[in-house]
Antibody, heavy 117, light 106 residues
Framework: QVQLQESGPGLVKPSQTLSLTCTVS?????????WSWIRQPAGKGLEWIGR???????NYSPSLKSRVTISVDTSKNQFSLQLTSVTAADTAVYYC??????????WGQGTLVTVSS | SYELTQPPSVSVSPGQTASITCSGD??????ACWYQQKPGQSPVLVIY???KRPSGIPERFSGSNSGNTATLTISGTQAVDEADFYC?????????FGGGTKLTVL
């Protein structure tokens, strides 16, 4: 059973860079799947941020593309998110997830990131 | 950009059938997925590739997709099914989520 766990700072200052890591257990990140980041502001819907294939190929949300980088570290079985120039609008629960057959079958528990000075 | 539209809320009586719709341009030409999310929990995939149920999802959950509308149907709705539901599809290499529907079982 694949498990995903997000980690990273829960508080980021405005204009700084948000950095999160997702650690995958119970399976190899090199298995040929897509690995994604998805976020959800409090009381609102899900927003797709982007994804990375095990080879390192990436796709990003057009609305966030200029600020997002997703990378993978196969030696640590992890993938990471960096979001630059954050504002209060980036405050959300951030989820990492594994995609298969077009859907997200596995999700992390989510981590709350608050942007505030 | 591609958009998926869901009704904000749907109400159903216990034991009855609930239908939640998701509309998008030529959505029937794409695969649709559905997620259930209960308060404080991560989303759970209940339908993928329009009609398939992941292991462990009850048979009362079913899906369809044609024309511009995908539909999640819950037959014999139970109180435990009360949750937010989100549809999702792919616009080329970008995932798109609907705005979500709150299902109330009363």
């Amino acid at each position: 059973q694949v498990q995903l766990q997000e980690s990273g700072p829960g508080l980021v200052k405005p204009s700084q860079t948000l950095s999160l890591t997702c650690t995958v257990s119970g399976g190899s990140i090199s298995s040929g799947s897509y690995w994604s980041w998805i976020r959800q502001p409090a009381g609102k819907g899900l927003e797709w941020i982007g994804r990375i294939y095990s080879s390192g190929a990436t796709n990003y949300s057009p609305s966030l593309k200029s600020r997002v980088t997703i990378s993978v570290d196969t030696s640590k079985n992890q993938f990471s998110l960096q979001l630059t120039s954050v504002t209060a609008a980036d405050t959300a629960v951030y989820y990492c997830a594994r995609e298969a057959y077009g859907g997200y079958h596995y999700w992390g528990q989510g981590t709350l990131v608050t942007v505030s000075s | 950009s591609y958009e998926l539209t869901q009704p904000p809320s749907v109400s159903v009586s216990p034991g009855q059938t609930a239908s939640i719709t998701c509309s998008g341009d030529k959505l029937g030409n794409k695969y649709a997925c559905w997620y259930q999310q209960k308060p404080g929990q991560s989303p759970v995939l209940v339908i993928y590739q329009n009609t398939k149920r992941p292991s462990g999802i009850p048979e009362r959950f079913s899906g369809s997709n044609s024309g511009n509308t995908a539909t999640l149907t819950i037959s014999g709705t139970q109180a435990v099914d009360e949750a937010d539901f989100y549809c999702q599809a792919w616009d080329s290499t970008t995932a798109v989520f609907g705005g979500g529907t709150k299902l109330t079982v009363l």
